[in-house]
Structures are given as structure tokens and as C-alpha cells.
């Protein structure tokens, strides 16, 4: 990494993190929803840089299946992401809550909150992220991965634990001009030097010209059902508790799957020209370092680094910081019946364990698409239509919805177990728990009464 663009941007995030110290949060509003102020700008740049720290993934699957990378991580989530800004945000700001377990306590009780805050928690250690921070650091120094995942793991919580959702909000707008910028320099060098469309197309191989990247119907439409895990996103649902207005909660998601639009050209078109630069590359997980490495002169390649660099820790702070609030405030506060202010050291200190579970959870796994797609198998089941129907009039009792996560999860697990990892009988572990919580809670619709 470039010392010079390593050095400014460590002296960005050390800058935050003095500032804070200045200027304290005031309370557990203040410190988990911003004081419910967000603005414009500051709501969709947030949510574009935590939306979108899977960027070696990006990398990952581009260099392995091509161009239906767009189909995998990019459609499916503009759609439920819309679906979610105009049916859904508004709502949740005009609710009073401040997280997804309280939403579910207030419809369904205190065990359906505790059920989903434990699965909430799993799905938000940032393990894929931190991974990630792992590999790009390794790639740029030579140190261990798992030197990589934790300084990368600590110096991204280092600002939240202090100054909660504006340390993450500050940061994220300089990340947000940090990660477009490195692909804004990456993709015209690549396009001027080799030639565009023409010159991709020769050198690809014809699996990554097809639609499905060879793989098959069931292997490209699973990440559909896996992209509903949009509509339970804590991060979103976050923001909007966070937007000044709901004006700001919906048009920020609108504005905000712009610029994923945009961005996803701009990745997608790299990983193309990774993989006809570096055929055989040893990781597909360093696709975008190895090709700036390749193209780039060196202060080109140092602030290209910095830029993902910058794209991971957004979300690593951000999911970080979600999973503290669960962990402390929403699995043990709940459980202790530790009051709202009282709760605040309880996140602070559940920041650490988040950390921790997420570095554990990424050495072991190994692999970012396999951590995305276990994680979404199983949380995507157990969450969904209780949260769906929590914005409904429908009233389901509160041991049927508790019931109907726990089998759906199970049900998931199992199957994820019976297969390997994989699809057991040839069919996707996210598909049999989708049908149980659909069964269980369809049945308790029949005759339930409207709030």
C-alpha cells in the first residue's frame, strides 16, 4: 500500500476518533439512532458504503462466473431494496422504536424478540467484512491473514465505541468519495490500455459471456430468495430509525440504489478484466488488488487500496456496531431487564465480543460467498414473514411467530448440515425453511384479527 494515502486515511480515522472524544454521545438515542437527525446526503451515503463492503466477494465471483454477478448481487437487491423504500421506510420512522427486536417484542412478545435478536446477532458479525479486511491486508503487506482480520477488526470498531452511529455516519461520507474514486481511476486505465468490450470478449471464457455463468437456473435464482434478507436488513431499518423525516428514509434508498447501479458497472467490469489479465490468479477473493497491482502506477495503487479498504471498514463498523446494539442492548438488556440509558455500557463492551465472534467466524470459514450464503439460508427463514407481517394489520400470535422461526431455522440448518454446505436432494437449504415458516404462519393468518 502506497505509505502516503495508508497514512492520510490513518489520520482520518484517528482524527474521529479525538472528535468524539470531545464531543460525547448524550444518551442511547444519541448514541444508537444519531438523534434520529439524519439527513439527505448523510442517510445515502451511509447506506451505499455499508451496503457494500462484500467488494473482494464482488471481485471473487465476477473472476469466477462474470457477467452474472450483476444478475446475482445486483438486481435482485435494487428490486427488494426498492420494494423496501417505498413500502416499508416510512414506516419503520414513523415508528418509535429503535431496532428490530423492539419491533418484534412490541408485536409479538419478549421471546420472538429474543429469538430474533440471537439470529440477528449472528447474521450481523461482520465476519465476511473482517474476512475481507484479512485478504486485502495480507495481499498489500505480506502479514498473516489472521494478523490482517484483526487489525483490521480493531481499527474499525476503535471510533464506534465511542461515538456509536455518528462515528460510523462521519466516517462513512469520506468512505463513500473513497470507493468510487478507486474504481473511477481502476476501470478508464484498464479500459484505454487493453480496449473495451471487444477486448473482453476475446479473452473471456464463453461461461462468463452467459447469463448464469454456467452454473444453472436454481444456482443464480436462489440468491433471489437469499436478496429478501433486504427486507429484514438491520442496517436499513437502522437508517430509517435514524432519518430526519420519512421523506429522507424513502428518497435516501431510491438515491442510494443509484449509486449501487453505478458502482456495480463500475466492479463488475474490473472483475471482467481480472479475469482476462490474471487467468490464473491463486485467489479469486484478490481479483481487484492483483489487477491494480497489475495496471496502476504506485500512488495509484496505494489510494486503489485505501478505497477498499475504505469499502470493507464501512460495513465492518457498521455491522459491528449493529450487532453490539443486539448483543447488549437487545439479547442481554432485554434478558436482564437493564433499562434504556442503563444499557449503554452493556453495547459499548458488546462491541468487543462482536468483534471477536466475527474474526472466529471468518478464519474458520474461509470464504466470503459460502459465509454470505450459509448466513442468508438460515436468518432470511427465520425472519422474513414475522417482520413483514410485524407491518401488517394481521394480528399472529406471538408463540406461533416464535415457533415458526425456530422450526424454520432448524429446518435450515439441517438441511445445510444434510448437504455439506450445499443443496441436500439438489435443492437449496433457504427453500424447505422458507416453506415451514410460510406453513406455520400461514396457518395462524386463517382467522386472525386486524390490530
Given at each position: 500500500m502506497?505509505?502516503?494515502?495508508?497514512?492520510?486515511?490513518?489520520?482520518?480515522?484517528?482524527?474521529?476518533?479525538?472528535?468524539?472524544?470531545?464531543?460525547?454521545?448524550?444518551?442511547?438515542?444519541?448514541?444508537?439512532?444519531a438523534g434520529r437527525r439524519l439527513t439527505l446526503p448523510a442517510f445515502t451515503a451511509s447506506l451505499v458504503t455499508t451496503w457494500y463492503g462484500g467488494i473482494l466477494g464482488v471481485g471473487e465471483?465476477?473472476?469466477?462466473?462474470?457477467?452474472?454477478?450483476?444478475?446475482?448481487?445486483?438486481?435482485?437487491?435494487?428490486?427488494?431494496?426498492?420494494?423496501?423504500?417505498?413500502?416499508?421506510?416510512?414506516?419503520?420512522?414513523?415508528?418509535?422504536?429503535?431496532?428490530?427486536?423492539?419491533?418484534?417484542?412490541?408485536?409479538?412478545?419478549?421471546?420472538?424478540?429474543?429469538?430474533?435478536?440471537?439470529?440477528?446477532?449472528?447474521?450481523?458479525?461482520?465476519?465476511?467484512?473482517?474476512?475481507?479486511?484479512?485478504?486485502?491486508v495480507n495481499f498489500a503487506t505480506g502479514w498473516p491473514l489472521w494478523v490482517g482480520v484483526v487489525l483490521g477488526t480493531l481499527l474499525s470498531i476503535g471510533y464506534v465505541f465511542?461515538?456509536?452511529?455518528?462515528?460510523?455516519?462521519?466516517?462513512?461520507?469520506?468512505?463513500?468519495?473513497?470507493?468510487?474514486l478507486a474504481f473511477l481511476v481502476l476501470v478508464p486505465v484498464c479500459v484505454s490500455r487493453f480496449g473495451g468490450w471487444s477486448f473482453l470478449q476475446a479473452g473471456l471464457p464463453a461461461e462468463h459471456l452467459k447469463w448464469d455463468g454456467g452454473l444453472g437456473f436454481q444456482a443464480i435464482a436462489v440468491w433471489y430468495f437469499i436478496a429478501l434478507s433486504t427486507l429484514v436488513e438491520p442496517a436499513f431499518y437502522q437508517r430509517c430509525y435514524a432519518a430526519r423525516t420519512e421523506k429522507t428514509a424513502k428518497w435516501g434508498i431510491v438515491a442510494a440504489i443509484g449509486f449501487w447501479i453505478v458502482f456495480d458497472l463500475l466492479t463488475t467490469t474490473a472483475g471482467l478484466y481480472a479475469r482476462v489479465l490474471l487467468p490464473d490468479l491463486?485467489?479469486?477473493?484478490?481479483?481487484?488488488?492483483?489487477?491494480?497491482?497489475?495496471?496502476?502506477?504506485?500512488?495509484?495503487?496505494?489510494?486503489?487500496?485505501?478505497?477498499?479498504?475504505?469499502?470493507?471498514?464501512?460495513?465492518?463498523?457498521?455491522?459491528?456496531?449493529?450487532?453490539?446494539?443486539?448483543?447488549?442492548?437487545?439479547?442481554?438488556?432485554?434478558?436482564?431487564?437493564?433499562g434504556e440509558e442503563e444499557s449503554l455500557p452493556w453495547i459499548r463492551w458488546s462491541l468487543?465480543?462482536?468483534?471477536?465472534?466475527?474474526?472466529?467466524?471468518?478464519?474458520?470459514?474461509?470464504?466470503?460467498?459460502?459465509?454470505?450464503?450459509?448466513?442468508?439460508s438460515i436468518g432470511t427463514p427465520m425472519l422474513l414473514l414475522p417482520l413483514v407481517l410485524a407491518h401488517t394489520r394481521r394480528r399472529v400470535s406471538g408463540g406461533r411467530v416464535l415457533w415458526a422461526m425456530l422450526l424454520s431455522g432448524g429446518v435450515s440448518v439441517v438441511w445445510l448440515v444434510?448437504?455439506?454446505?450445499?443443496?441436500?436432494?439438489?435443492?437449496?437449504?433457504?427453500?424447505?425453511?422458507?416453506?415451514?415458516?410460510?406453513?406455520?404462519?400461514?396457518?395462524g393468518l386463517f382467522g386472525a384479527k386486524n390490530y
Open positions: 502506497n505509505s502516503l494515502a495508508g497514512v492520510v486515511y490513518a489520520a482520518f480515522l484517528l482524527f474521529v476518533v479525538l472528535r468524539l472524544f470531545r464531543k460525547p454521545t448524550t444518551g442511547a438515542v444519541d448514541y444508537i439512532v465471483y465476477t473472476w469466477t462466473y462474470g457477467i452474472s454477478n450483476w444478475l446475482v448481487f445486483g438486481v435482485p437487491y435494487y428490486l427488494y431494496a426498492g420494494i423496501f423504500a417505498f413500502f416499508i421506510a416510512a414506516r419503520a420512522r414513523r415508528s418509535r422504536v429503535l431496532t428490530l427486536p423492539d419491533l418484534l417484542e412490541d408485536r409479538y412478545g419478549r421471546p420472538a424478540a429474543l429469538a430474533g435478536a440471537g439470529i440477528l446477532f449472528v447474521m450481523t458479525a461482520p465476519a465476511a467484512y473482517v474476512l475481507m479486511l484479512g485478504v486485502l465511542r461515538g456509536g452511529l455518528r462515528a460510523v455516519v462521519a466516517t462513512d461520507m469520506v468512505q463513500f468519495f473513497l470507493m468510487f491463486a485467489d479469486p477473493l484478490q481479483a481487484f488488488p492483483a489487477l491494480a497491482g497489475l495496471v496502476l502506477p504506485s500512488f495509484w495503487q496505494g489510494i486503489f487500496t485505501v478505497g477498499l479498504l475504505a469499502t470493507i471498514m464501512s460495513t465492518v463498523d457498521s455491522y459491528a456496531f449493529i450487532g453490539s446494539i443486539t448483543l447488549g442492548r437487545d439479547l442481554i438488556g432485554r434478558w436482564r431487564g437493564v468487543v465480543a462482536t468483534a471477536v465472534v466475527a474474526v472466529v467466524l471468518a478464519l474458520w470459514a474461509g470464504s466470503v460467498i459460502a459465509l454470505w450464503k450459509t448466513l442468508g444434510l448437504g455439506g454446505g450445499g443443496p441436500w436432494l439438489g435443492v437449496e437449504a433457504i427453500f424447505p425453511g422458507l416453506a415451514v415458516s410460510v406453513g406455520v404462519l400461514g396457518v
